[in-house]
């Protein structure tokens, strides 16, 4: 078992569970991804059936026959998974595959959710990405003219003779400056540079705990649901106090008839995750910290653009909030997932832990 340990040991790397079997189905080698999947250890797992494993146990034990006798390069198929300790099946999409020795199988397992799950940070990254560049363009595009703009009206205040005209000028030189701020903070996370020190993310929550329920006394609680064990990590403490007070503020915003009854509710909540999968990497360690709170929840027009830039779903909102917090924590190499629905809504930060 140790040579066959020993070959296939940098599968103990993937996220996903492979397991490596005999012809007969009998299981050589597990990696740590199937392992954690099944809930036993791989020599519990070591020379049991693998097609036992499953609901319907004939489409692996055919697919074995056809990889020895070298009927395809590679079978796929959808498939139950029984797993010890759990009361419902696993839907996995099952790769079946020879190996370069005779009689031997490699079997890898996609859990249906988690390759759901992988599509969707994936386009989120992707969008984020682009966002990230139609901003810097955009902005860059606007800034040009607009000094221009303010510049002309300036000057053009300074010939006027009726002084009662400059109330015109001034509206153009107003609107020039509120362009210039928005302009401003479209440009920001990519001109401030990542100052990286020891970062408590429970400082970070007291932080804004502590700001927002002085713009909020009254009517809104904050509750503290904190893992204490979370180790401090290397990041930029104010890009996360900025991070977590955006949707933290955006949720006191969708509270305020809850605060006007004096029920409403926000909760912080941090966790570990271990062994965990996101932005198409595998972690051993991660930080999941959760703003929850118990207002109407997200609109379901934008539900699945709120991290767009310029959405907002309050009026007189910017639109900028989500989309500034999703760029700081992607330059702390995580993510930002939302689950909203009326009553209930989860923004849920994850970032690796070292």
Excluded: W
């Amino acid at each position: 078992m140790s040579l066959i340990a020993n070959r296939f040991q940098a599968f103990d790397l993937l996220a996903t569970p492979v397991a490596v079997l005999e012809g007969q189905g009998g299981i050589l080698f597990a990696n740590a991804a199937l392992e954690d999947v099944m809930g036993l250890s791989r020599r519990s797992l070591h020379g049991t059936h693998m097609p036992d494993y499953f609901l319907d146990p004939q489409p692996l034990t055919h697919a074995l026959v056809g990889a020895q006798s070298n009927e395809f390069a590679a079978l796929r198929y959808e498939a139950q998974l029984r797993r010890l300790h759990h009361n419902d099946s696993l839907p996995v999409h099952v790769i079946v595959a020879p190996t370069d020795q005779l009689h031997e199988v490699i079997v890898e397992l996609l859990p249906v959710e988690q390759q759901t799950r992988q599509e969707r940070e994936e386009r989120l990254l992707e969008q984020a990405q682009a966002n990230k560049e139609l901003i810097r363009n955009l902005a860059h595009e606007i800034k040009n003219p607009l000094g221009g703009i303010r510049g002309s009206a300036q000057l053009l205040e300074m010939e006027l003779d009726n002084k009662e005209l400059t109330e015109y000028t001034q509206v153009i030189i107003h609107e020039a400056d509120r362009l210039q701020t928005l302009v401003d903070r479209l440009l920001a996370p990519h001109r401030r540079p990542h100052v990286v020190g020891d970062v408590n993310i429970h400082e970070v929550c007291e932080r804004v705990r502590a700001l927002i329920l002085a713009e909020f006394p009254r009517g809104l609680k904050v509750v503290r649901d904190y893992d204490t064990s979370i180790p401090e990590f290397r990041g930029d403490r104010e890009q996360l106090i900025q991070t977590v007070l955006n949707i933290t503020h955006n949720a006191a915003q969708a509270l305020q008839e809850r605060i006007a009854q004096g029920d409403a509710q926000i909760t912080f909540k941090s966790r570990i995750l271990r062994q965990v999968t996101f932005g198409k990497q595998r972690y051993r360690l991660a930080l999941e910290l959760h703003v929850i709170d118990n207002g109407p929840g997200v609109p379901d027009s934008i539900k699945d653009r709120i991290f767009f830039p310029l959405i907002s779903g309050r009026e007189g909102g910017s639109g900028l909030g989500l989309t500034l917090a999703q760029t700081f924590v992607q330059q702390h190499h995580g993510m930002i997932e939302c689950d909203s629905e009326p009553g209930r809504t989860d923004f849920k930060i994850l970032i690796p832990l070292p």
